[in-house]
């Protein structure tokens, strides 16, 4: 199976709604006729971390996603440049290890930090790896998920996340 992800732009959000008992619970709310890209990896090509910035007066948190994206065309080449002139940054929803599905960018938005091409990278087959960065959120990742009575409902949820792109 391959691993999916899917970035929403930030501008494509019509809300972010947090269940009143998990607060790092959220689902997400896209504009009408609007979809997120769905970017489909293989083995451990996306990768969502997020790690705790120390500051002097009061911690902040970044946000990375790696991400590749495996097909060499002009089409993926378009994407992938249209996420680096966004403004706002996009938002990314991944399946991590664990059932569960982490969202990074949030607050702040991701953009690129990292994006290269590399013709001769047989690893890649002219891929793009791109690595989309956040310094200003507000705290670790937050989770998609679907609640029902209390509890973590894994089905509703991965109907939840497909319905960002499909």
Request: avoid cysteine; hydrophobic fraction near 40%; proline fraction near 5%.
């Amino acid at each position: 199976m391959k691993p999916k992800t899917v970035l929403v732009r930030k501008a494509d959000i019509a809300g972010v709604s947090r269940n009143g008992t998990l607060k790092k619970a959220v689902l997400i709310t896209l504009v009408a006729t609007k979809k997120g890209f769905l970017f489909e990896g293989l083995g451990s090509s996306n990768a969502a971390r997020a790690e705790l910035v120390p500051g002097k007066y009061k911690p902040s948190y970044k946000h990375d996603f790696d991400l590749v994206a495996f097909d060499p065309g002009p089409e993926q080449a378009e994407t992938m440049e249209d996420l680096a002139a966004d403004a706002e940054g996009v938002v990314s929803i991944t399946p991590d290890n664990n059932g569960y599905y982490k969202v990074l960018g949030l607050n702040a938005g991701l953009r690129p930090s990292a994006m290269k091409t590399d013709s001769e990278d047989a690893d890649l087959g002219g891929g793009i790896p791109a690595t989309l960065s956040s310094d200003k959120e507000i705290g670790l990742a937050d989770y998609f998920m679907v609640v029902t009575d209390g509890v973590y409902d894994a089905a509703a949820t991965k109907t939840a996340f497909e319905a960002l792109y499909a």
